[in-house]
């Protein structure tokens, strides 16, 4: 065993000890870059990442074709670093999705790991059956969520395939926070009405930001629209 080999085997060692909570950013970032650049010391390219950068989340969410941009990423390299967002994703998604949504908090333990690593503005629509059982959780799609339009065209034909007796839709702000904007609050008055219109309630919209997120069911916003927009 080289020097070189010894120095990776001493850093896997430490991990599977330890796990990565004691693990400097640098150190996270050599290690995975063991599996996607084999013959090489990877301590450089990883300070290298992070200079370039500034955080271990900015690099997973750097674009493919700036982390090409970097001296010692390749294809294979850059593909990996794109995939760990999505692969956090995918394991929270799978990991937290309660069966029957009863609350804003089971709502949220849906929806907001659908976000993690996401860069675009997206919706998500939940699906509930007549006693709030999880049907389906679908994209709408990407962009403006502001574009009623097209989202209200999207959410009835999902609403229709699943038969949804009441849904649920979050979005994100990319890189901003998750306080709604006059435009979300003008949106959701139109998809209320929409839902009114087929008799499917929505119950709930959040908007999500780097994990954290606002309920317009918890803060009253919902209700406050209803009183405004309905005289209700």
């Known amino acids: 065993m080289s020097l070189h080999d010894g120095h990776r085997k001493r850093v896997i060692d430490t991990f599977l000890q330890n796990g990565m909570d004691g693990m400097h950013p640098h150190e996270i970032l050599e290690m995975l870059l063991f599996y996607a650049i084999p013959r090489k010391d990877t301590n450089e390219t990883a300070h290298l990442l992070l200079d370039t950068f500034g955080s271990l989340s900015a690099v997973f969410d750097a674009p493919y074709e ?11 390299t850059a593909a990996l670093l794109k995939m760990i967002p999505q692969l956090a994703r995918a394991y929270l998604s799978d990991g937290s999705i309660p069966r029957i949504i009863a609350s804003f908090e089971d709502a949220a333990a849906c929806l907001v790991p659908k976000f993690i690593g996401r860069t675009k503005e997206t919706l998500f629509v939940l699906c509930l059956d007549n006693k709030n059982k999880l049907t389906a959780c679908v994209m709408a799609g990407e962009g403006s969520v502001n574009s009623a339009e097209i989202s209200i065209r999207r959410i009835a034909e999902i609403t229709v395939k699943y038969n949804a007796a009441a849904i649920v839709i979050a979005h994100n702000h990319p890189g901003g926070t998750a306080i709604p904007s006059k435009e979300d609050l003008d949106t959701t008055k139109k998809l209320m009405e ?17 994990g954290d997120y606002v309920s317009m069911a918890q803060t009253g916003t919902l209700s406050r629209i209803l009183q405004s927009y309905y005289g209700t």
């Open 194 to 210: 929409f839902c009114k219109s087929i008799g499917v309630p929505l119950l709930d919209h959040l908007v999500v930001s780097d």
């Open 66 to 76: 700036e982390l090409l941009k970097i001296k010692g990423i390749g294809q294979n």
